[in-house]
């Protein structure tokens, strides 16, 4: 077992490549745990992100500025009663969230988080996260059957008609990107996830601005495909919460309900993930190509660093603007602490760049490559996250017909569109 | 009406594999490798199989449809899982995106609407069991034939497809390499001609007039 630990440290390979079990559950249970935290954070930063939008000052009372409100919330999801209703259908009203759930966690086997960060190089690696993640619907759908109920059954079956009709539109424009892959020198294509950001690395340019505007166009359809695909503003059909109370999770409450939360997050998260494969050349930092000097290469190394310092000092500003009325005491010292905290994090991150700036073998260096990589993977997931409550915050939601027009007669004949000049230019181009 | 081309496409996505033409066979077949032995382990291959078979007894025994289409859910899954240990993961993919993710979600749409109190209450194919004993004897008798003459059918090497050019050989097999046409090029259109009917018929017929 030490050996089978020991013998992947250093390697360049994924752990599923190297066929090191021992890693590749070592990896499962980050990515779980990080995803966990991420979905955590983004509930925070969601109730804080709309509430400032729309001039309120959203959760202030758990902890400082509500920094603790996600785990009362937690706290609270899982002491609250856990009502199964009397007509359910038992089995499939427990084994609903579930479903959805283990779709949504799949997908992140194959989403590089890096050249080597990943649980596995799947040679079908966008199928795979494509077919998963459409195995959530199914997830949904029962739900709604299982409660038995009206509003649940209708919320269901919009959210199913919606994801069938927009996976369409998906898959069509993931097809443009793919195609992008095969104009190198032997014409040949990949599947696999870190094959298609390696081929951006090789062509010198992220997928989103060849052809210009091909890329761009293929992008924003995935992009408007994706937001309805999970399920959100402004396309939350199936939880229309002025027509329909809740959608399919109406009859749901307490844990349950939390694990279709955590599920719509994690697979907001795993579909940006994607997008930022796709067009945004996933874990590379910004002109890889161009910029491609020792000094450069550091100067970008600080970026990790630099962020967690300017959340330290944005939480410093918080600490000084903190009222200084006596009953803020202890927040105030909470808040100084949790600054504290993220200024060690980057000093340590920074501490890294600059220990493993110059010996490329060196163990400093190739750990500060690993966090770079994951660092500038995590900075794009990030700003689509940022993306998702924006659009909730500022669009007002569309009607079933509208959003069935835009799935079938708009967003197919685009991408179907974008889809046939690819290849024409691609082919001319070569 | 989707599902019933569909077989006829994953046959011939699948033919590669099976296919009696050993010269194109041999071509494939690339040296043991030591690193890709413990996928196909015989624990998986019971496990998945016995859940293949677990779910499809559910499927017929069940009462209400819900269940019955979960339980082929857990069933298709198993044969995609299948599928990869056969170093085969395009036709695993697909299995998983048409099957499980694309006809079964129709289906329990499909189901939702149809009143189950009703329907589960219905006297189901119960008088013509004799025929359907029948044709499952008949297809466990093809399967046993194929088992005990299988070395003469199928080639007595065992494939080892590369996991990496697994979807460019279906795609070479499919469309063909450049400036030739594939082995299936012909049949695989044909399959999507009949797709593309298939589907002008379910939008005439959704039409009110045309």
């Known amino acids: 077992m030490l050996n089978q630990f020991m013998s992947y440290l250093g390697s360049n390979v994924t752990p599923g490549s190297a066929n090191n079990q021992l890693w590749a559950l070592i990896y499962v249970f980050i990515i779980f745990a990080g995803v966990s935290l991420a979905v955590v954070a983004m509930n925070w930063f969601e109730r804080k992100a709309l509430a400032h939008f729309q001039i309120r000052l959203g959760p202030m009372r758990v902890g400082p500025h509500g920094l603790l409100q996600p785990i009362a919330d937690a706290i609270k999801l899982m002491l609250k009663e856990d009502i199964i209703p009397q007509e359910a259908d038992q089995f499939v009203f427990w084994i609903a969230p579930v479903i959805g759930l283990l779709a949504a966690f799949t997908v992140y086997t194959v989403i590089p988080f890096g050249p080597s960060q990943a649980v596995s190089d799947m040679n079908i690696g966008i199928l795979f996260m494509l077919g998963v993640s459409s195995l959530g619907v199914l997830g949904i759908v029962v739900a709604g059957w299982a409660s038995n109920s009206h509003y649940p059954l209708i919320g269901a079956l919009r959210s199913s008609a919606q994801m069938v009709s927009y996976e369409i539109a998906m898959g069509m424009s993931v097809v443009s990107a793919v195609l992008m892959t095969s104009f190198n020198k032997d014409g040949t294509g990949t599947l696999s996830m870190i094959g298609i950001v390696r081929s951006q690395q090789d062509q010198g340019i992220w997928f989103l601005f060849k052809f210009f505007p091909l890329g761009l166009v293929a992008f924003v359809t995935f992009v408007i495909a994706m937001i309805a695909e999970t399920n959100r503003a402004p396309f939350d059909m199936a939880e229309a919460e002025s027509e329909l109370t809740a959608g399919y999770h109406t009859e749901y409450s307490g844990l349950r309900w939390s694990l279709f939360m955590l599920s719509e997050y994690a697979a907001m998260i795993a579909v940006s993930s994607i997008a930022v494969t796709l067009w945004l050349g996933g874990w590379l930092r910004p002109f890889p190509n161009l910029l491609h000097a020792p000094a450069w290469d550091f100067i970008f190394s600080l970026f990790p660093g630099l962020t967690f310092l300017g959340l330290a000092a944005i939480a410093f500003i918080g600490v000084a603007r903190m009222p200084a009325h006596f009953s803020f005491k202890i927040q105030r010292i909470g808040l100084a602490v949790f600054a504290a905290l993220l200024g060690c994090m980057a000093l340590l991150l920074l501490l890294l760049a600059v220990a493993g700036r110059s010996a490329d073998s060196s163990i400093a260096a190739r750990f500060r490559e690993g966090i770079d990589y994951v660092y500038w993977f995590i900075l794009k997931v990030a700003l689509f996250m940022y993306l998702f409550i924006w659009l909730r915050a500022t669009w007002p939601r569309y009607r079933f017909d509208q959003l069935m027009r835009i799935g079938w007669k708009v967003l197919l004949p685009i991408t179907l569109g974008v889809l046939v000049l690819t290849a024409i230019v691609g082919v001319l181009a070569s | ?210």
Request: glycine letters at 6%.
């Open chain 2, 1 to 210: 009406m989707n599902s019933a081309f569909f077989p006829a496409l994953q046959l011939a996505l699948a033919r590669p594999f099976i296919a009696s033409n050993v010269s194109f066979l041999a071509s494939l077949i690339t040296p043991p490798n030591a690193d890709m032995a413990p996928v196909a382990t015989p624990f998986f291959f019971y496990l998945l199989s016995g859940l293949a078979v677990a779910g499809g007894v559910l499927v017929i025994t069940r009462r209400n449809p819900v269940h019955c289409a979960l339980a082929l859910i857990v069933t298709l899954i198993a044969v995609a899982n299948l599928y990869l240990m056969l170093y085969a993961p395009f036709v695993a993919g697909v299995q998983i995106i048409v099957y499980a993710g694309g006809i079964m979600v129709l289906f329990l749409f499909v189901i939702m609407l149809v009143n189950i109190e009703r329907a589960s209450k219905d006297r189901r194919f119960n008088r013509i069991w004799p025929a359907g004993l029948a044709a499952a004897c008949a297809l466990m008798a093809l399967f046993v034939s194929a088992f005990v003459k299988g070395r003469t059918l199928f080639p007595d090497r065992m494939i080892k497809l590369p996991e990496i050019s697994n979807t460019q050989e279906i795609a070479n097999a499919l469309y063909g390499e450049a400036g030739r046409m594939g082995q299936y090029t012909f049949t695989f259109e044909i399959a999507s001609l009949l797709l593309l009917v298939a589907i002008l018929g379910a939008v005439i017929m959704t039409k009110k007039r045309i």
